[in-house]
């Protein structure tokens, strides 16, 4: 079992930056891959980035190459999504989540574990 809590959500302007972080409980940590999804009101849960067990291999969609970067601490059980150049449309519930398997997976359905989301909100 994976208990997943986020933080770091918050307001902030168009350009501006927000940093996503991520805390797994268990020991088996590397064993999971991990990604961020993130659902806007009205919208599908989308895929944002994922990151492997090992922290050697990462995924991004197409729209937020470049701007986002996913890295993962392996002795302190977490993940970080540094986000810069947010735009308006970046604005959804982000949720943390741990895969079944150690590798780099865009599917939400290869994700056993989801953390309750956190709210950014990017003002125009």
């Known amino acids: 079992q994976v208990q997943l809590v986020e933080s770091g959500g918050g307001l902030v302007q168009a350009g501006g930056s927000l940093r996503l972080s991520c805390a797994a409980s268990?020991?088996?940590?590397?064993?999971?891959?991990m990604g961020w999804f993130r659902q806007a009101p009205g919208q599908e849960r989308d895929f944002v980035a994922a990151i492997s067990g090992s922290g050697y291999s990462t995924n991004y969609t197409d729209s937020v190459k470049g701007r986002f970067t996913l890295s993962r601490d392996t002795v302190k059980n977490t993940i970080d999504l540094q986000m810069n150049s947010l735009k308006p449309e970046d604005t959804a519930v982000y949720f943390c989540?741990?895969?079944?398997?150690?590798?780099?997976?865009?599917?939400?359905?290869?994700?056993?574990?989801w953390g309750q989301g956190t709210q950014v909100t990017v003002s125009s």
């Open positions: 989540a741990a895969a079944s398997t150690p590798w780099v997976s865009r599917f939400k359905y290869q994700y056993a574990y």
């Open positions: 268990g020991r088996t940590f590397s064993s999971h891959a």
